[in-house]
């Protein structure tokens, strides 16, 4: 895969290499995108394993930190048993973090029950009545928004069939169409997208040529200067031949012939019949190039 893409004339820029240029485009341009999730998915896989490696080591600072907390208990007992016996120290102690975890817990389930439900039901249920009426219109069954009515029961077991064979049918589309194609490794990734970058950059550029009305118009500029270089050397041979035959005209009719005859009036008039035939053969010329053109 080169940097440029072939197809360029010798005589510069044509607008009707656009749509090429657009179509290699837009054909690079998804394959570069498949590679590049393709890379991050590796990226992510291996900063993955270091965050794994990372939670371990946070794993046993949490340990670390446990066995701490157990040891200031501890010291915190043998302080007691200085001036009560050790297992009334332990038994205080563990009293207090009962009573504190207590009143924790109780504290905690309060506002629990206080914020249940977490869903507002009734403005659940008032969308779905909504959602079903601009559905089915005065067809719509409200015994279907209680969850504990043989309707509610019947159309979750309908949609739970029917989402059962969308997802069977999707597994074996998948499963048909699935084609084993080899994971590409990541240095082969980094090569394909470098290589590829490198040819989107000079698509670009190309692109940017085609689309500029400079070099569109010096293009078409060169086009007429070398077509009317033809045109003038086609001009130049035209009006030889009329020369030459006007010339040996012009001669066969010297022999005598009167002022008003067609011979002498060919030979007064013989200049402006030539330029008259040169600038005609030539105008024929350039507009049969332009037509073809």
Excluded at 55 to 65: H, K, N, P, S, Y
Excluded at 251 to 272: D, H, I, N, T, V
Aim: hydrophobic share 50%.
């Amino acid at each position: 895969m080169s940097g440029r893409h072939s197809g360029r004339t010798n005589q510069g820029l044509r607008i009707t290499a656009l749509p090429k240029t657009v179509k290699l485009a837009l054909k690079l341009a998804p394959r570069q995108l498949n590679d590049e999730i393709a890379l991050a998915k590796i990226e992510a896989k291996r900063k993955g394993k270091q965050l794994g490696v990372a939670g371990a080591f946070f794993g046993v600072a949490a340990v670390f930190l446990a066995l701490l907390v157990t040891g200031l208990i501890v010291a915190a007992i043998m302080g007691l048993a200085t001036i009560m016996p050790a297992w009334l120290a332990a038994l205080l102690v563990s009293a207090v973090f009962l009573l504190i975890a207590v009143i924790g817990g109780l504290i905690g389930l309060r506002k629990f029950k206080q914020a249940m439900p977490l869903i507002p039901e009734d403005s659940v249920r008032g969308l779905k009545h909504d959602l079903g009426v601009a559905k089915e219109g005065s067809d719509f069954n409200a015994a279907v928004l209680d969850p504990n009515s043989p309707q509610a029961k019947a159309a979750a077991e309908a949609k739970a069939a029917e989402k059962a064979k969308a997802k069977a049918d999707k597994e074996a589309k998948k499963a048909a169409e699935a084609v084993d194609v080899p994971v590409a490794t990541e240095p082969e990734l980094r090569r394909r997208l470098k290589q590829r970058r490198e040819h989107l950059t000079g698509v670009r550029d190309e692109l940017g040529e085609e689309l500029d009305v400079k070099t569109q118009a010096q293009a078409l500029l060169g086009v007429a200067r070398h077509r009317a270089a033809e045109g003038s050397e086609r001009f130049q041979e035209v009006r030889g031949r009329a020369v030459e035959r006007f010339a040996a005209l012009s001669a066969s009719a010297r022999s005598g012939a009167p002022a008003g005859s067609l011979p002498g009036q060919l030979e007064a008039r013989w200049k402006p019949l030539v330029a008259l035939a040169a600038s005609t053969a030539v105008l024929v010329a350039l507009l049969r190039k332009l037509f073809k053109s």
